[in-house]
């Protein structure tokens, strides 16, 4: 039987994949020290900066053990989607290749990791007016009365994306709107794309209750290290609109600091969505052929 974890013979690449806390960063690294790898992150929170406490960034002994690309290089209110990061993760791949290395995609943003192995199916294009009508519906009724209208016309779009993620939820209704499609059907359409890369997926298995465990001790950890203090600072510094900020965790934080969520209640509710967000991770990986390592 053929070792998953040993080095492809031809271009195929390595692709750890795996819910959040999983243990993936440590697979990819111990991989790239194996393979005289390099790390390509595919994580859509860890490319911002200043968004460090909370999104699993690289140590720096995680740094020393291999180089990463893709973290840290864009300011939180860039625009950035799976289309630019497949051009920037294919420039990575490309110059590690150059150098006779290996490139070990990792990370928890599976649409990305689907957009650069099978593409981007052709979707339609964005309408400001439209943004600017759920803007003000915003601002009147709120983004969970947004992602209700949603929920009526997507629902599988619904489940997928939090009630306060506006951008995403705007865009999905924008979609529809736009095409008489929904978004969840335009997403169908990648799976019968071509293959961009051949690829090799990678994950840790972990026990349920194992993974509950290592979940709450990394939010423990980084709400110890001040966590809280960070959103505020970034709050502070004008942003509020970043996507980043809605993101599982920040989130909880941000309804916090605004007063809608006690301290006391904090730890246990970014857990849960840190739940919830690894099930929807879960049901991603089922579809996929993922070879499972034991740590």
């Known amino acids: 039987m053929t070792d998953p974890l040993a080095r492809p013979d031809d271009d195929t690449l390595l692709v750890v994949v795996g819910p959040t806390a999983s243990g993936k960063t440590e697979l990819a690294l111990q991989l790239c020290e194996r393979h005289d790898g390099e790390l390509v992150s595919a994580d859509s929170v860890q490319v911002y900066r200043h968004f460090n406490l909370g999104t699993g960034k690289p140590t720096a002994d995680e740094k020393a053990r291999a180089t990463h690309h893709l973290v840290d290089v864009v300011d939180p209110l860039e625009d950035m989607d799976a289309a630019t990061f497949v051009e920037m993760a294919d420039e990575s791949i490309a110059a590690i290749r150059a150098r006779s290395r290996l490139p070990v995609v ?29 803007a003000a519906f915003v601002a009147a009724r709120g983004r969970p009365a947004l ?19 506006f951008v995403r939820v705007s865009r999905a209704l924008e979609v529809f709107t736009t095409t008489g499609r929904t978004q969840t059907l335009w997403h169908a359409e990648h799976q019968f794309l071509p293959r961009r890369h051949r690829a090799r997926l990678l994950g840790v298995e972990r026990h349920r209750d194992e993974l509950d465990q290592r979940i709450r001790a990394r939010v423990v950890g980084w709400l110890k290290a ?24 920040f989130r909880q934080i941000r309804a916090h600091l605004g007063g809608e969520l006690p301290g006391d209640d904090l730890e246990d509710a970014i857990v849960r969505a840190t739940r919830t967000f690894t099930r929807r991770q879960r049901t991603w990986l ?8 034991t740590p």
Not at 124 to 132: F, G, H, I, N, Y
Not at 147 to 165: G, I, M
Not at 286 to 293: A, G, H, K, L, M
């Open 147 to 165: 992602h209700a209208r949603l929920a009526e016309v997507d629902p599988e779009a619904a489940k997928r994306l939090a009630p306060n993620d």
């Open 286 to 293: 089922r579809d996929e052929e993922v070879s499972y390592v």
């Open 226 to 249: 001040g966590w809280v203090d960070e959103v505020r600072g970034l709050l502070d510094r004008g942003y509020a609109d970043a996507r980043a900020m809605d993101a599982v965790g």
């Open 106 to 134: 990792c990370g928890g943003t599976f649409l990305w990791v689907k957009a650069l192995l099978r593409g981007l199916a052709p979707m339609p294009p964005k309408d400001e007016a439209l943004r600017d009508e759920h």
